[in-house]
């Protein structure tokens, strides 16, 4: 179930996040394929997901991906208090 949480933190990150939005930008006008697939929720997700399945299983791994799961959560809920 981390797995999953994770692999949900990374993608929102990646593809929604106003931390790399400038980097989705510049992906974007290099490579039009590469944007379209950081504009894909599904997508990302699968690629992401091949990738974390991929390394091999260490706790540090599961302790950054549970750090960023947090962050995205407070930034978002920080933007809708925000609002």
């Known amino acids: 179930m981390m797995s999953i949480l994770a692999i949900a ?3 929102w990150v990646i ?3 106003r ?3 400038g980097v989705r930008e510049w992906i974007t006008i290099k490579s039009e394929f590469l944007g379209r697939l950081l504009s894909c929720w599904g ?3 699968f690629w992401v997901g091949m990738i974390y399945y991929s390394l091999p299983n260490v706790l540090l791994i599961e302790n ?3 750090s960023l ?3 995205v959560f ?3 809920l920080y933007d809708k208090l925000r609002q």
Request: net charge positive; charged share 5%.
């Open 69 to 71: 799961i947090c962050c």
């Open 74 to 76: 407070l930034q978002s």
């Open 9 to 11: 933190g990374i993608v």
């Open 19 to 21: 931390i790399l939005k």
């Open 64 to 66: 950054v991906f549970s």
């Open 15 to 17: 593809c929604f996040s």
């Open 43 to 45: 997508c990302t997700s």
